[in-house]
């Protein structure tokens, strides 16, 4: 089982679920089971409005997938620029902002802010 942390200023205290490792599903999905999205969402990654700060809660974390497609959304959304989303990917770190539709959980615990 991985841990996933949800802290949106609305919640006074963390929600922390475990969910299966490497399940294929969605932090959207999660959310919506969860009741915490609060999106319009097209849930296919072209929208943008599902974008969520997203921090792994280990060291040295694994760099998750991110598609091309994805990184276009976020900086079409003002999450990032081109360049930070370079800058990352040459460093190796992980991705502050993410599409809750197109991530999916992994064996990494991360903290999801929106
Ligand atoms: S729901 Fe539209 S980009 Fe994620």
Not at 73 to 99: F, H, N, S, Y
Request: charged share 30%.
């Amino acid at each position: 089982m991985v841990m996933v942390t949800f802290i949106t200023p609305p919640m006074r205290e963390r929600m922390v679920i475990e969910v299966p490792e490497n399940s294929h599903v969605t932090l959207l999905n999660l959310m919506e089971k969860l009741d915490l999205s609060r999106f319009c969402t097209c849930g296919e990654g072209k929208c943008g409005a599902c974008a969520v700060k997203v921090m792994p809660l280990r060291r040295n974390a694994r760099l998750i997938h991110m598609s091309e497609a994805e990184r276009r959304e976020l900086i079409k959304a003002g999450k990032m620029t081109r360049e930070e989303i370079e800058c990352q990917v040459l460093k190796d770190i992980p991705p502050k902002w993410r599409l809750a539709c197109q991530y999916e959980i992994s064996d990494e615990p991360v903290l999801v802010a929106f």
